[in-house]
C-alpha cells in the first residue's frame, strides 16, 4: 500500500484520524442500511465524477444518525484535506467508524488534523498508522496486495457488525492500473460479490460500510488480468475480517457444492455460516451437524436430503484431519473424531455436496464466544 499512496495516522484512546493522498479514477461500493452515514452519502456524491485526490477518515465516532450537522461535519472533513490539497472539496472522500448516533468531535478532528497531515509519507510505518487509525475493535491491523506488472494494495478494518451486502467494515484498495471509473466500478462490485459479501461475524449489517477502488493509471493492464489480483486482495482482506471476528477463536468457512446455481450455493454457504446456532456449535467443538442442516432449510434454497457433508480442520494453514459426517442424508456417527479434529483446529471448514448441479459457492465466518457477548456490552463505555 505504502508503494501506491502518501498516508499516515493517529490512534489516541478509542479516537483516531487518518488520511491518504491518492489521486487517481475511483469506484465505490457501500452499506445497504437504510440509515447511511453522513460520512457514506458525502461520498458517495464526491465519487460520482470518478476522481478523488485524497481520503481523510476517522475511527472511534461513526457519524451515523446525526441529521444535517453529521453531513456538515463529513463536508467539514473533506474540506479540511481539499484545502491542504489546494483541490475542490468534492476531490476528497470522507470515511467514519465507531458508536452511532453521537456528534463528530470536530475539535479533536481538527485539533489533530495538521500533525496527520505533516507526517504523510509512503513507506510501511505509515501506512501501519493510517490502518491502526481506522481499528475499531480490531485485534490486528488488516493488509493484503498483488504484484505483477502492476500492484494492486488493500487496508480494511472489521471485527463486528459484519454481514453480507456490504459487512462496521471499511476497505480502502488502491492501484497503479489504469481504468476508467467505469470499469473500475464494474470489477469491483464483482470482486465485493466474491469476497466482502461473502463473510459473516454477526449478522448485523453497519450504516458505515464502504469499499473504495482507486486506479492512479500509470500503467496498462487487461481487465482479466486485473480483476483476477482484484478478487484476489478482496478475499484476502474478507477473510482477515471473518478471523478477527470480535471475540472470535475460530475462522468457518462453509462450502457448497453441486447445488442448483452458484448463486443459490452462494445463499445457502452464507445461511450456514451465518447461523449463531452453527458458529456456537463451533466455538464448542461440538460437531453437532444437525444445526447445519436446520440452517441450509431455511435457507429457501432447493436441497437434496441424500446430501453429503464433511468436516475439514485446519491449524496454521496445515490441514489437521478430516471427518465425513453425512453420506447420502444418512450419520455416519463420527462425531467423536470430528470433536477432536475442531479442538485442534483453529481454520474449520464444511463442504456439503447437493448433487443437484453445477453450482458452487463459498462463505466465510467465526464462531461465536463470551468474549463477543463482553466486547459488545462494554462498546460504549
Partial sequence: MHELVKCNGIKEGKNGLGIVVCEGNVAGVFTQNRFKSPSVVVTEEHIKNGFIEGIIANSGN????????????????CQLLAEKLKTDVENIAVASTGVIGIQLDMEWIESRFEKVYAGLDNTEEKAMAFAKSIMTTDRFPKFAKYEEEFKIAGVCKGAGMIHPNMATMLAFVFTDARFEAVELKEMLKNAVKYSFNTISVDGDTSTNDMVLLVAKGECEVSRDR???????VCLNLAKQIARDGEGATKLIKVTVINAKSEEEAF????AVVSSNLVKTAVFGCDPNWGRIIASLGYSEIEVNEELDLKLLGYKDGCKVGEVEL?????????EGVAREVMKESDEIEFVIDLKLGNGNGYAYGCDLTYDYVRINSEYTT
Avoid: C, P, S, W
Fill in 62 to 77: 461513526a457519524n451515523a444518525f446525526t441529521g444535517r450537522q453529521g453531513y456538515e461535519n463529513a463536508k467539514r472533513m
Fill in 226 to 232: 486485473f480483476l483476477k489480483g482484484l478478487k484476489e
Fill in 267 to 270: 445463499k445457502g454457504a452464507r
Fill in 326 to 334: 453425512v453420506r447420502n442424508g444418512v450419520g455416519l456417527g463420527n
